[in-house]
């Protein structure tokens, strides 16, 4: 008796005569083997499975699914250009037989104990299932055993790579220079700045402007910034602060809904409203200058 082992089947042989044995496949089923051409006597496949007396080895070949599951299997093992194994799925046993005599094979004159239908290792497993519910849960279970363990050894190559980018991009960020010179974070200036309302109706509402410009692009709003236009102006403000969005919370925060209306870099509202805003919107700058 010798044991062959692998990653999915473990094999132990024990001599029936020199051309058969019987082995253990898959750690569940005692079948009886062909040495020579690595055969498996059916009949083994249902009793190790504890098939019903009603299944019989001539069954199997009768389903529809059985055929075309051979078909590919003759398919995948005849070299490229072989003529055709059929012209239609309409085919009889003994035209399988004859022409799939590779994947397996009815040996008749053999002892009582070792005659009868032989499939090729490959078919084992499907001829077991069709034969046990039971069995087949347990290869469903190998299979999806086998792909939890494929698919966490993916997950460790990608975070392998991921972790590999990561140092990587750390290490070029370091080489990049600097985006703002040194000394000149602090070059931001910020204006709100109001716009009258044409018609007469609107003279108690304003348009504020929310505008942040570095300092060699504020030019063309100098005008407005010596102008009584100029509603709320900061200057040497960091690159990081971004106020829009904060103005614009403080609008929200402070007034009621209906005496504002925001669009874009635009807030309308009423004029009486106005002192109570510049003192929040004062407030969150001289906060945000403490802070840096």
């Not at 010798?2 to 473990?10: D, R």
């Not at 019987?22 to 089923?29: D, G, I, P, S």
């Not at 078919?123 to 999806?144: F, G, I, Q, T």
């Not at 991009?169 to 974070?185: A, H, L, M, T």
Request: with cysteine; net charge neutral.
């Amino acid at each position: 008796m010798s044991t062959l082992e692998n990653t999915t089947t473990v094999i132990v042989h024990e001599a029936i005569n020199e051309e058969y044995e019987w082995v253990q496949f898959n750690k569940q089923l005692r079948l009886i083997r062909s040495v020579k051409d690595d055969m498996y006597q059916m009949q083994s496949i249902l009793t190790a499975c504890f098939a019903p007396d009603t299944k019989h080895a001539d069954d199997w070949f009768k389903n529809q699914s059985t055929q075309e599951l051979l078909s590919e299997a003759q398919r995948d093992r005849l070299p490229s250009g072989s003529p055709k194994t059929h012209e239609n799925s309409e085919i009889s046993l003994d035209r399988l037989l004859s022409v799939l005599h590779k994947t397996h094979e009815n040996r008749k004159n053999l002892p009582i104990n070792l005659r009868g239908w032989y499939v090729h290792r490959l078919l084992v497993n499907a001829v077991a299932m069709w034969a046990s519910p039971r069995y087949a849960w347990h290869v469903y279970r190998l299979l999806d055993e086998i792909h939890r363990q494929e698919r966490g050894e993916m997950e460790k190559k990608l975070q392998a790579k991921d972790e590999v980018i990561e140092s990587k991009d750390k290490s070029i960020q370091k080489r990049i220079p600097r985006s703002v010179p040194k000394g000149k974070e602090k070059s931001y200036k910020y204006m709100i700045y109001t716009e009258e309302l044409e018609k007469e109706e609107d003279r108690d509402m304003v348009m504020l402007h929310l505008v942040r410009r570095n300092n060699k692009s504020f030019y063309d709003l100098a005008k407005i910034y010596k102008s009584d236009r100029n509603w709320f102006y900061r200057e040497n403000l960091p690159i990081s602060m971004t106020p829009n969005e904060q103005i614009k919370e403080i609008v929200k925060n402070t007034l009621p809904q209906t005496h504002y209306d925001i669009k874009g870099c635009t807030i309308l509202t009423f004029k009486e409203d106005l002192t109570l805003l510049k003192e929040k919107i004062t407030e969150y700058f001289d906060n945000f200058k403490e802070e840096e």
